[in-house]
């Protein structure tokens, strides 16, 4: 289903009380309507939001993926902007993607395209900063070194920590295999900050690291030390780098000594069927963990899969490994969540933080092009089944209502049941909302 953007009314179409949806489910007047179903009507019709996602799964395709060879493709132009591959049908009538996207063709109708995305930074990372955070990324004294001040401005999951909280035994914050960049907690602290799994789950030897204690410790010996460390903590002073390093030691504390958290992080336990529907490399081995770890309870896990700044010869590469990589990683998960009955409660976002320009360059590859880039969005609360928005016959520009940076963060935030309009102050006493601007994108609910 195509659909354009338009600026309705939020309200309209969507407001069911709670007395009309007990009459109206008691008299039968909507047949096969479950229970869970009325409780859920209620449950929205009480907070005026349509809020499904308890988790968000964010693959970040760190680079910059080349969305008009993935999603968006222009079979109708020239030679040097349509490339070199071809539109197949999806499970969806009238909806057509890449042909080495075959994987994700077959469950379109799980999950919505979002054409129409664009903003006007083109670097890696002023360009992650932007969209992690919602902010435009400043410099420090005016220098031209295209380095951000980025520790002052939370990104989206930090939020999402801050404002739900923990939920199971795992950490609320997680991004693997490595740090997100600008995915920091900014004037948050410390204890909003994501856990870090600096390992790959693809790696036969995978584990968590310091997640079990010292197996030559007995539990005495390592009660004994917890609570030598927890005196000397109490003579020092809880601010600045003593309550920091505080914070991180009683997190890593809390983690050693969950059960949960060992089990969730335990891939082993997942068939070796399930591990090849993800597929043996990074994105979808760390796809495979994300999913164990909302099943236990983590708020927000964050995915950086990189390589996709594909400037020469970008064509083996994207066929041979990248849009595979994601095309099973994606398809595997959202699948997964959908079988285990998870995906209305995870919301699975998949973007990087630019597309790559229409017009191949001189070295067969695509450059940098913020302009335009599809973005792939499940579960959640996300009407699925649905291509929203439009870009031109070369893919340069939407062909109306872009949609930016703070509508994917603002849309995100309420379908989690975050107030997005929340002013919080930094330590100077500067009021920061949680994203400046923005709109919620209606047609994707």
């Not at 595997?332 to 919301?347: E, I, M």
């Not at 379908?415 to 100077?428: A, E, F, Q, V």
Request: proline share 7%; hydrophobic share 35%; aromatic share 6%.
């Amino acid at each position: 289903m195509l659909i354009h953007r338009n600026d309705s009314n939020p309200a309209r179409g969507s407001h069911v009380s709670r007395r009309m949806a007990l009459r109206v489910g008691a008299s039968g007047f909507l047949p096969g309507l479950s229970l869970p179903g009325l409780l859920r009507m209620q449950a929205q019709a009480a907070t005026g939001r349509e809020t499904n996602a308890k988790s968000c799964i964010f693959l970040f395709l760190q680079g910059g993926p080349s969305t008009i060879d993935m999603w968006d493709l222009k079979p109708e132009a020239p030679s040097e902007i349509r490339g070199p591959y071809k539109a197949i049908r999806t499970n969806v009538p009238g909806t057509l993607v890449g042909e080495h996207c075959f994987r994700t063709a077959k469950i379109a109708d799980k999950f919505t395209m979002l054409r129409n995305h664009s903003h006007t930074d083109n670097g890696h990372t002023t360009g992650c900063h932007y969209v992690l955070t919602g902010v435009k990324a400043a410099f420090a004294d005016g220098a031209n070194t295209k380095v951000p001040v980025n520790d002052l401005y939370p990104s989206i999951g930090s939020v999402v920590a801050r404002e739900l909280g923990p939920r199971g035994g795992v950490p609320p914050y997680i991004n693997m295999p490595h740090p997100l960049t600008a995915g920091g907690p900014g004037f948050y602290g410390a204890e909003h900050a994501p856990f870090v799994i600096e390992s790959d789950p693809v790696q036969p030897d995978f584990e968590v690291k310091d997640l079990r204690a010292d197996e030559r410790l007995g539990e005495g010996r390592v009660k004994r030390r917890g609570q030598v460390l927890e005196s000397l903590e109490k003579g020092l002073s809880q601010q600045g780098r003593a309550g920091t390093m505080d914070t991180y030691y009683q997190k890593a504390r809390d983690l050693m000594t969950s059960p949960q958290a060992r089990k969730a992080f335990d891939l082993k336990a997942e068939s070796e069927k399930t591990r090849k529907e993800y597929g043996p490399t990074s994105l979808g081995q760390c796809a495979l963990l994300a999913r164990r770890l909302v099943e236990a309870g983590c708020r927000f896990v964050g995915v950086d899969h990189g390589s996709w700044d594909t400037h020469f010869s970008c064509f083996p590469s994207l066929e041979k490994d990248l849009i595979p990589h994601a095309d099973m990683a994606f398809s595997a998960l959202v699948s997964d969540l959908h079988q285990r009955g998870l995906l209305d409660s995870t919301l699975v976002v998949m973007m990087g933080e630019m597309g790559r320009t229409p017009r191949i360059n001189d070295k067969a590859g695509r450059d940098h092009w913020s302009m335009t880039q599809t973005v792939l969005l499940a579960g959640g609360g996300v009407q699925p089944g649905r291509v929203i928005g439009a870009t031109d016959k070369t893919g340069s520009a939407p062909t109306a209502d872009p949609v930016g940076v703070s509508d994917i963060l603002r849309t995100v935030f309420h379908l989690m049941g975050i107030d997005s309009d929340k002013i919080l102050h930094t330590p100077l006493g500067r009021p920061v909302p949680i994203v400046n601007g923005g709109k919620v994108i209606r047609e994707l609910l």
